[in-house]
């Protein structure tokens, strides 16, 4: 029978107390191209996997310090993605169903397994080759997903990361609320994965992309026979994300009829779907973002009050770009870093007259316009840096007055609209506050801001 090499490289630590036996089973294991290591009890075994990786491991269920069932167990523990095979004495079915139960992936009878031994052994290697990948994969998503990966060292930024933090281990309902661009599905998506569900589903939809109709049936899905077309029952979101999270971005756009069918969920847990009569129970978390004032839009009747008290249990404001001016170099270096990766360029970063026009760009956009920006730069960068020649033009030229020249990181102008924004920055755009920490008079303060074109 022909196996995979791929198995064939797998470690293998053999844990037997019959020297013979232990003896045998290495130098079958070995001949198959596998590299063994062995130990007669629980201590050295559980010692050479500290020092050592495995793959998979054969032990015997009794041993002179300890039952192998044990053993397997605290393995286990230790090492999710190491398989197990144990040994058992001829006809000794409970320890193996035990065994099995206590997550071996199999076990074999002694002296009577013997040509059991190499095809086992490979399925097992195989499957703990899988598992490996499976904890990488795992480990890469929860580093893309956790709080570490957004990037900033601004209060603003560290304060709303603190708040997020706090809440995520709850399941308090939160609303984020800021910009377009600023990230409420990556500060969404970690506060789902440094949560309790972590292990279930998330799923995000934009209330913004679907009419009343499409939405609805996306949300809460429908009985067969609902509408013309629905030939089966169809799950809707809530229903997929049953024990998980639903994060319902742009959720001030949602219609008002909608909304009350969410109010519904918060408070009971419960829905009916599209052309059904009986509700149907989940327990679903629910993260929403809003670029929109719902202070207003309940004023203005195009949102409900009672919804917005459920919704707003926990609300993080999520700060533009522009009042984080210095996270910029830090998010410009990460995004080069990726974009020249992604094209192979070989750009090592970018000159400081280029970062001094970032910093000048108002950022309407906030993160996703600035990635966009470095994404465009690297593009069109034939160099080892980033230049102002591969911005945008509305990024070329800041005009001051009826002048259109450039502004440079020596242009006086350029240093005074940057100072100035940055006071703003500090004062949350209080002008008053700020035109006294410029020791100038507040008409001043405003002719600069048109001057300048300071958003």
């Known amino acids: 029978m022909q ?94 169903v035990t065994a099995i139960k206590n997550g071996a992936f199999d076990y074999l009878t002694k002296g009577d397994d013997n040509n059991r031994v190499v095809p086992l052994l490979y399925k097992a290697a195989e499957k703990a080759t899988l598992n490996k990948r499976l904890q990488h994969l795992e480990q890469q998503l929860e580093k893309k997903y956790s709080f570490n990966s957004i990037l900033g060292q601004s209060k603003q930024i560290k304060a709303a990361i603190d708040a997020a933090t706090k809440v995520a281990s709850t399941d308090a309902t939160v609303l984020l609320n800021g910009e377009t661009g600023t990230g409420k599905e990556v500060f969404a998506q970690a506060i789902h994965t440094n949560s309790s569900r972590s292990n279930q589903t998330f799923i995000a ?81 629910i993260v929403a973002a809003t670029n929109r004032d719902l202070q207003k839009e309940i004023e203005a009747g195009r949102f409900r009050e009672d919804l917005y008290y459920r919704i707003s249990v926990f609300t993080i404001p999520l700060p533009p770009l522009r009042e984080r001016i210095n996270d910029i170099e830090e998010l410009a270096a990460f995004f080069t870093k990726q974009f020249a990766a992604k094209t192979n360029a070989r750009i090592k970063g970018f000159s400081k007259e280029y970062l001094d026009a970032l910093k000048l760009h108002n950022w309407k956009g906030n993160i996703r316009e600035l990635k966009n920006v470095i994404e465009r730069s690297v593009i069109l960068t034939d160099g080892s840096e980033l230049l102002p020649s591969t911005l945008p033009a509305d990024f070329q030229y800041a005009g001051t007055g009826n002048n259109n020249k450039q502004l440079s990181a020596f242009d006086l102008a350029s240093a005074e609209k940057l100072h100035i924004q940055k006071v703003l920055n500090y004062t949350n755009g209080n002008k008053t506050e700020t035109a006294k920490l410029l020791n100038i008079a507040l008409t001043t303060l405003y002719r600069k801001i048109e001057e300048y074109k300071i958003g």
């Open 3 to 96: 196996y995979s090499n791929k198995s064939a490289q797998a470690k293998v630590l053999v844990i037997d107390d019959e020297e013979k036996i232990r003896t045998l089973l290495s130098k079958i294991i070995s001949l198959e191209g596998f590299e063994v290591v062995q130990a007669a009890d629980c201590k050295s075994g559980l010692k050479k996997l500290d020092q050592q990786a495995f793959d998979v491991v054969i032990c015997d269920v009794k041993l002179p310090d300890g039952s192998g069932v044990e053993l397997l167990k605290t393995i286990k523990e230790k090492y999710p993605a190491l398989e197990i095979i144990l040994l058992t004495a001829y006809g000794n079915i409970p320890d193996g």
């Open 205 to 285: 939809v934009n209330c913004a992309a679907f009419s009343k109709e499409l939405l609805e049936n996306e949300l809460f899905g429908h009985k067969a026979g609902a509408f013309t077309g629905a030939v089966k029952d169809s799950k809707g979101i809530f229903e997929e994300a049953d024990k998980g999270t639903v994060f319902l971005d742009e959720i001030g756009e949602m219609p008002l009829e909608l909304q009350a069918k969410l109010l519904r969920v918060l408070e009971s847990g419960e829905f009916l779907k599209v052309g059904d009569s009986k509700s149907t129970k989940v327990n679903v978390r």
